[in-house]
T-cell receptor
């Protein structure tokens, strides 16, 4: 596609519910990243994939958070038993390579609000 | 571990005036440095990057940044700003190219 697409754009959920956030990267991009951005803060690394392999998940806050990219393209970030502190903008980015020489292309994000 | 500090959370500047947005980093190993811009309701876009070589790097929209290893800084500059430069600017650092560490951002407001 023309850019990184994320859906839904906005998600409001009640505490305790599970949510799934979707990211459709730029076609052909090898690497896919998930970031979380709280209000007034910079993006915080969550996890990243190289093709379908999850290479680093050290940024996931706890075991309620998980991500997958089963076919090396679309990725889903799942948050189970949501809590109010999970409210944030969740951003996905993709890049054509896995090195520092491949810039990140960010989507517009999913704003999650947990009530 | 790496970290990035952007001391100025908000920078107001008059149109056509010069601007400098400050970024300092900490790392015990060699780093690669980036500036990203975020316009309202949009994703982040790469402005410029320093990988190696010349310490002065030029990016899009007339922005440039200078890598200063001794001061561990990577300040962003533009000699004359436009209204359209109003946005949030993020400095980022990586050592591996896989984990990027972002600063808290600087909100640039250009006043007509």
């Amino acid at each position: 596609g023309a850019g990184v697409s994320q859906s839904p754009r906005y998600k409001v959920t009640k505490r305790g519910q599970d949510v799934a956030l979707r990211c459709d990267p730029i076609s052909g991009h090898v690497s896919l990243y998930w970031y979380r951005q709280a209000l007034g803060q910079g993006p915080e690394f969550l996890t990243y994939f190289n093709y379908e392999a999850q290479q680093d998940k050290s940024g996931l806050p706890n075991d309620r958070f998980s991500a997958e990219r089963p076919e090396g393209s679309i990725s889903t970030l799942t948050i189970q038993r949501t809590e109010q502190r999970d409210s944030a903008m969740y951003r996905c980015a993709s890049s054509s390579g896995q090195s520092y020489n491949s810039p990140l292309h960010f989507g517009n994000g999913t704003r999650l609000t947990v009530t | 571990a790496q970290s990035v500090t952007q001391l100025d959370s908000q920078v107001p500047v008059f149109e056509e005036a010069p601007v400098e947005l400050r970024c300092n980093y900490s790392s015990s190993v060699s780093v690669y440095l980036f500036w990203y811009v975020q316009y309202p309701n949009q994703g982040l876009q790469l402005l410029l990057k320093y990988l190696s070589g010349s310490t002065l790097v030029k990016g899009i929209n007339g922005f440039e940044a200078e890598f200063n290893k001794s001061q561990t800084s990577f300040h962003l500059r533009k000699p004359s700003v436009h209204i359209s430069d109003t946005a949030e600017y993020f400095c980022a650092v990586t050592t591996t190219g896989n984990q990027f560490y972002f600063g808290t951002g600087t909100s640039l407001t250009v006043i007509p």
